[in-house]
C-alpha cells in the first residue's frame, strides 16, 4: 500500500530536526485518534495514539498534541532521521460507532542529509 | 506471530471483469476491516466486521462491491464488473477487542489493483 500519487502536503526538515506533522480531525464526537506512518509500497504502520481526555500523550521520540476545542493533532518528531521519511496520516474514531479510522489526508515528511 | 497478509499483493484485471482480494488477519483479531487508497481520495473506509455480528457496510462505493468473512478469520473483497475508478490500493487491517486498551488496527501491505 502507499500513497497513490496524491498531492500531498510536504514537510521537509534537515536530519536532527525536530518535526511537527499537523491534522485536523472532522467528528467532533471522536473520542481515540491515531498516528500512522506508511513508506512506499507498505501498509500503515501505527506510531502512537491518543484519546481524547487527554491532550498530550509522549512515546520514543514522539508526542501527539490533542486540541479538541479546534479539532487538531498534531504529532512531533524528536531529532528527526532518514528513516523517518514517509507519508503520515492522522486517524480518527468515535469508539460508539464501530471503530472505523477516518483518515486525514496525509502529509509527505522528507528528511533531507 | 505472522501480521495481516492479503493476497495477490498486485492484480491487472480488464474492465467488466469480476476480481477477488483476499485478507489473512491476525491470529486471534475478531475485528477486520477493509480501506481503500486512491488518487485523489486518500485512505477511505468500506467494510468492518466485528465477531458475529453484521458487518457495517456504510462505506462500500456501490452494490458491485461486497465482502465476506469466513469462519471469523479470511475475508474476501469481491468486485463484480469492474471499471477504471475501481483502481486502487485495498487494505486490510485487523484488531481485537480484548480487553479494548487499544483501538490500534494493524494493516497489510495491501492489493493494488489496476482495471485496463
Known amino acids: 500500500g502507499e500513497s497513490v500519487g496524491l498531492h500531498l502536503p510536504t514537510l521537509s526538515v534537515q536530519e536532527g530536526d525536530n518535526s511537527i506533522i499537523n491534522c485536523a480531525y472532522s467528528?467532533?464526537?471522536?473520542?481515540?485518534f491515531i498516528w500512522y506512518k506508511q513508506e512506499s509500497g507498505k501498509g500503515p504502520q501505527f506510531i502512537i495514539d491518543i484519546r481524547s481526555n487527554m491532550d498530550k500523550r509522549q512515546g520514543q521520540r514522539v508526542t501527539v498534541l490533542l486540541n479538541k476545542t479546534v479539532k487538531h493533532l498534531s504529532l512531533q518528531i524528536a531529532a528527526t532521521q532518514p528513516g523517518d521519511s514517509a507519508v503520515y496520516f492522522c486517524a480518527e474514531i468515535f469508539t460508539g460507532g464501530g471503530n472505523k479510522l477516518t483518515f486525514g489526508t496525509g502529509t509527505q515528511l522528507k528528511v533531507e542529509l | 506471530g505472522a501480521g495481516v497478509s492479503q493476497s495477490p499483493s498486485n492484480k491487472v484485471t480488464e474492465k467488466g471483469k469480476d476480481v477477488e482480494l483476499r485478507c489473512d488477519p491476525i491470529s486471534g483479531h475478531t475485528a477486520l476491516y477493509w480501506y481503500r487508497q486512491s488518487l485523489g481520495q486518500g485512505l477511505e473506509f468500506l467494510i468492518y466486521?466485528?465477531?458475529?455480528?453484521?458487518?457495517?457496510k456504510s462505506g462500500l462505493p456501490s452494490d458491485r462491491f461486497s465482502a465476506e468473512r469466513t469462519g471469523g478469520s479470511v475475508s474476501t473483497l469481491t468486485i463484480q464488473r469492474t471499471q477504471q475508478e475501481d483502481s486502487a490500493v485495498y487494505l486490510c487491517?485487523?484488531?481485537?477487542?480484548?480487553?479494548?486498551?487499544?483501538?490500534?488496527?494493524?494493516f497489510g501491505p495491501g492489493t493494488r489493483l489496476t482495471v485496463t
Open positions: 487491517a485487523s484488531s481485537t477487542r480484548q480487553g479494548q486498551s487499544s483501538y490500534e488496527q494493524y
Open positions: 466486521f466485528q465477531g458475529n455480528s453484521a458487518p457495517d
Open positions: 467528528n467532533s464526537a471522536s473520542d481515540y
